[in-house]
């Protein structure tokens, strides 16, 4: 079996067991939805699914780094408030539909949360929403906290 046939496999398995035991963290109480990762973490490339783009946390410190995207935090006020990426923009998920005016349409865009939930849901309204060029960070603030880089408290 290729390694794509593993990769559809290990994500419908996923899926199915998630869908049998409910959200573990209750993360996300507002228009949950369940991400497809690759369970293939030895290349550090990016996959495209359902239009956006899932990116390491690697992959997206060096694109804030180089100042080439449009920061978007889809968290609380209060989890924004406990830390954040410096530049980042919040705008919580519940709340991004109604405020895409916000959201600059000709630039890129990388969206994070806490874990990684909320941000597919933000990326896919962005998506629907038009725009062209929209990155998941994988992991979410969580796993940027976990690779000791910066925030702002």
Do not use: H
């Not at 989890?79 to 959201?103: M, N």
């Not at 630039?107 to 060029?133: E, F, Q």
Request: charged content about 25%; glycine content about 6%; aromatic content about 8%.
């Amino acid at each position: 079996m290729n390694i794509f046939k593993k990769t559809i496999a290990i994500s419908i398995l996923l899926i199915l067991l998630f869908a049998g035991i409910g959200c573990i963290d209750n993360e996300d109480t507002q228009g949950t939805e369940t991400a497809i990762i690759s369970d293939d973490t030895s290349n550090d490339e990016s996959d495209t699914l359902n239009g956006f783009t899932d990116i390491s946390i690697e992959q997206a410190k060096q694109m804030i780094d180089n100042n080439e995207v449009f920061l978007l935090d889809v968290r609380t006020q209060e989890e924004f408030d406990a830390g954040y990426i410096e530049g980042a923009i919040l705008i919580p998920d519940y709340e991004l539909a109604s405020r895409l005016d916000e959201v600059p349409e000709d630039a890129k865009i990388l969206v994070y949360c806490r874990s990684g939930r909320r941000s597919v849901t933000a990326s896919n309204i962005l998506i629907d929403a038009g725009y062209p060029d929209v990155y998941n960070m994988l992991g979410g603030i969580n796993e940027w906290n976990n690779a000791e880089y910066p925030t702002v408290t």
